[in-house]
């Protein structure tokens, strides 16, 4: 009984922290409903929060400006944050971009338009059946 009332606790926590709609899109997207400080925002828009009070290594999280959300939106520098990896919140002055990385990081963009799609360069040992069409006689 006391675990049903630490969840619904921390939802009406959620829903008077951050709004219904925000603690509905937590709920949809992470399951879970999280109130935390926001750290920063990164070049594609994701929110990044922070909670000291939360289980060790949960106490970090992104929240993600596409509805379809993939890994490969977090660039690098706030991976590294995410993971603890470092406790420097990204900027300029606390990671140098290394010179072959580039400007901007891209997605995964597997299953969508922009795929790569490969072609073949040789000849078909045999081709499709093409139906040859006569007028009829009479």
């Known amino acids: 009984m006391s675990a049903y009332m630490d969840a619904f606790s921390g939802l009406a926590k ?3 922290t951050n709004g219904p709609r ?6 949809l997207t992470i399951n ?3 109130v935390g400080k926001f ?3 990164d070049s594609f828009g994701n929110q990044y929060f922070e909670n000291r009070n939360d289980i060790v290594l949960r106490d970090r999280w992104v929240e993600y400006k596409k509805w379809n959300y993939d890994a490969t939106q977090v660039p690098p ?6 993971t603890h990896i470092t406790d420097d919140i990204p900027s300029a002055q606390t990671l140098p971009r290394p010179f072959f990385s580039p400007e901007k990081p891209l997605e ?3 299953g969508s338009a922009a795929a790569y ?3 073949s360069t040789t000849v078909p040992k045999y081709s499709a059946w093409k139906p040859e069409v006569r ?3 009479g």
């Not at 520098?77 to 995410?82: A, G, K, S, T």
């Open 39 to 41: 750290v920063g925002e």
């Open 117 to 119: 799609k490969p072609y």
């Open 32 to 34: 879970q409903p999280r």
């Open 14 to 16: 959620a829903i008077m």
């Open 77 to 82: 520098e706030w991976h590294q944050w995410l």
């Open 108 to 110: 995964n963009v597997s």
């Open 135 to 137: 007028e009829r006689q």
């Open 22 to 27: 925000r603690a509905l899109r937590q709920i």
